[in-house]
């Protein structure tokens, strides 16, 4: 007689996502099965994911530098390369505390700008000690999301563009400005994986036709908010990166070129540098 062969859930469940393009179905089918209440929840959730919905917004969360980071429909999912923006970010607090009279200091001013889901923020927070934290994003959907997440840690959130909605009080006290912004050339929006291009905001993806016409805006405005010694940290390509430093260099910033082959990040620290 034929043997019957019963399929966990776990393992249809993978099957369906393998076949439907998932590249880490495995883990996928884990993490919506800890998640669905009831087998319908399941299959609606995985019917959502199959369609082509991020994960995270299926989820309504994303682990990032080991937290749950909240995210909702149409907010930008934040990417693992992005927690090398938040260690450089973090080890730059740190040796200023370990500067002379540092432990006496306040808490640093940090902004995190283009914030999304303040995922930036939340973890600096986590990381980078005690600090004054500010956000800002121009979309209303991402600044509600950011609330929640840097809301309970004390952090303020702004809707605006760039440094428009910030407090000018903040102005030549910031020591750290940690930037996601959109970096893809507007050409090449289309060749991003679906659940990018149908479900995240085009404005944070298309950083136009070269793909710096936001960070050319960080940049210039950087002078106008840093404190001496400051720094601003921009995530960017391995291709863009000279361009991103020369433009650093332009408005006044020493510049630096960062990267991390693990998680394939490349990041760009303009410092201003202290007077005398």
């Known amino acids: ?30 993490l919506l099965l800890e998640a669905a209440p009831t087998p319908e929840a399941l299959e609606a959730m995985a019917r959502r994911r199959i369609a082509g919905l991020p994960l995270e917004h299926i989820l309504g969360w994303a682990e990032f530098c080991g937290l749950r980071i909240a995210v909702g429909p149409g907010v ?42 303040g995922a930036v923020g939340a973890a600096l927070s986590a990381l980078g000690g005690p600090l004054e934290l500010h956000s800002a994003d121009i ?30 009080g903040l102005r030549g006290r910031v020591r750290v400005v940690a930037v996601n912004a959109p970096y893809v050339p507007s050409a090449e929006i289309e060749t991003m994986p679906q ?29 106008q908010w840093l404190a001496p010694g400051g720094h601003v940290l921009i995530e960017t390509s391995r291709r863009q990166a000279a361009q991103t430093a020369g433009i650093f260099r332009r408005h006044g910033l ?23």
């Open 1 to 30: 007689m034929p043997v019957l062969r019963h399929h966990s859930p776990h393992s249809t469940l993978t099957a369906r996502l393998r076949a439907a393009g998932c590249v880490f179905a495995e883990d996928e089918a884990r």
């Open 139 to 168: 979309d209303p959907a991402a600044v509600a999301c950011a609330r929640t997440n840097v809301g309970p840690l004390g952090g303020e959130v702004y809707e605006g563009d760039l440094y428009a909605p910030l407090p000018a």
């Open 254 to 276: 020493r510049a630096r070129v960062l990267g991390s082959e693990e998680l394939g990040a490349t990041v760009v620290a303009g410092t201003l540098a202290p007077p005398g």
């Open 76 to 117: 930008f999912v934040p990417r693992r390369r992005t927690e090398f923006l938040v260690r450089e970010a973090a080890a730059l607090l740190t040796a200023w505390r370990l500067e002379p009279h540092g432990a006496a200091r306040p808490a640093p001013v940090v902004i995190d700008l283009c914030c999304g889901s």
């Open 195 to 223: 659940e990018a291009r149908l479900h995240e905001p085009r404005t944070c993806l298309d950083g136009g036709a070269d793909g710096l016409h936001v960070q050319r805006r960080v940049a210039a405005g950087a002078l």
